[in-house]
DNA sequence: TTTAAAAAAGGACATTTGTCTCGACTAAAT
DNA sequence: ATTTAGTCGAGACAAATGTCCTTTTTTAAA
């Protein structure tokens, strides 16, 4: 649920050291500002390098749908530059994130110039659909506390903490069904682990937490 | 939701004509016939030449998820080449399908030598990233009912008829409640068309269809 | 044409999920 | 310490969906 890509981001480290007239800039982004806007045009692809952003749907029923975390080495705006189309999702901040800002020009030269370049691009294009589909399968056909119990899992695992809101938006449900599987889960002792209760720690939800004591 | 790619589809027929003694073979698959198993270990790209196909996923319990059916010039077992891995989801002819089979060390050496290639390669994983995630973005989001009359939609914009069951797959919902959104489509109005009318005949639905008379 | 078997549709009930709302808790201001 | 505004959790109800089972329809055989 975090995908990161730490190929593509020595990748573009190495390049800008070796190319330092080349147009590539490095910009930070507050935690919450949204970087990227959905139907907007965009002339840059960036790449993360540190910090974590949300890449998310807006639906004109005015839900949002969060399409992943990204964190180091992960590319926005390629989708864009290679099909020549307006932004396809919003890309927000959620923490505090540094990119790399490259041109799409530079980009689309690189895809001819570089075959490296093309590999790891094909690499991760190759990536994402696998991730995309499987968890469309998953989150169509288990049931809500599955889920949720793998997303927390994967919060454990990664060390990283997501808020609520996007925890509900990213499993395509509401807070209150949110909630109610938590609790479920919870009641069934699904959270017995330490590192566990440091999930619920970080993701304001003490006061669950105090049921666990 | 049935995705083609005639760009693809000409670049092989070409490339086919021109290199005789490569190891492309033409194959045919009688409908139903499951030429790509999940989990198996593949070593072909296929590239459909003519018929439909659904590639799905079937989860631990018993579920189908249909990710895409697949039309003319669409690819098969690409991510699996490009990432060496075992086959991701299963792929099965709807209709009769014929089939371009493609060794996948060729496949990847075109990727190295034809920058067109590469290029038409580039452009079909976007697609279908962009596909993937405004489908599941889509779904997640809207009722049953909007999702249902746009599939219904599409297939009466491409002339062509997928399945009850395969339709209930996609939309990642029991056929119970496909036939209860369906009804309820019909009770609103929603059919008043006549191609609609030519794609319930075609779908095995003869007896909604006497409704509307 | 009638009958039997198989397949599809739909009713009934249980479960899940969303919406709206109220009440509890928190934090800041006085 | 008290008040107030804002946030968060959860109850209550409605809507949506799944499962199970009965009824209806279709198909094939006699």
Redesign the pocket.
């Known amino acids: 649920m975090l995908r990161t890509n730490l190929t593509f981001l020595s990748f573009i480290e190495h390049f800008c050291a070796e190319n330092k007239e080349e147009a590539i800039t490095l910009k930070n982004f507050k935690a919450g500002y949204r970087f990227i806007e959905q139907g907007e045009k965009i002339s840059n692809i960036y790449i993360i390098k540190d910090g974590i952003s949300k890449c998310f749907i807006s639906e004109e029923?005015g839900?949002d749908f969060i399409i992943e975390f990204l964190g180091k080495g992960e590319v926005v705006g390629e989708l864009e530059a290679i099909k020549k189309i307006n932004c396809l999702c919003n890309v927000a901040a959620i923490s505090e994130v540094t990119a790399y800002v490259i041109p799409d020009h530079l980009f689309l030269s690189l895809i001819n110039k570089s075959s490296e370049f093309t590999t790891i691009l094909l690499q991760e294009l190759s990536t994402r659909i696998i991730q995309t589909s499987t968890r469309a399968s998953f989150q169509?056909l288990y049931?809500?506390?599955y889920a949720l119990l793998k997303l927390l899992k994967l919060q454990a695992d990664e060390h990283i903490s997501i808020?609520?809101?996007d925890m509900?938006a990213y499993l395509?449900?509401?807070?209150?069904?949110?909630?109610?599987?938590?609790?479920?889960v919870i009641a069934k002792g699904g959270f017995d682990t330490p590192e566990f209760k440091n999930i619920l720690q970080l993701t304001?939800?003490?006061?669950?937490l105090e049921?666990l004591r």
Chains 1, 2 share one sequence.
Do not use: D, H, Y
Request: proline share 0%; hydrophobic share 30%; charged share 35%.
């Open positions: 029923n839900k169509q049931t809500l506390e808020s609520k809101e509900a395509g449900i509401s807070v209150r069904s949110f909630n109610r599987s938590l609790k479920q304001s939800m003490k006061k669950l049921r």
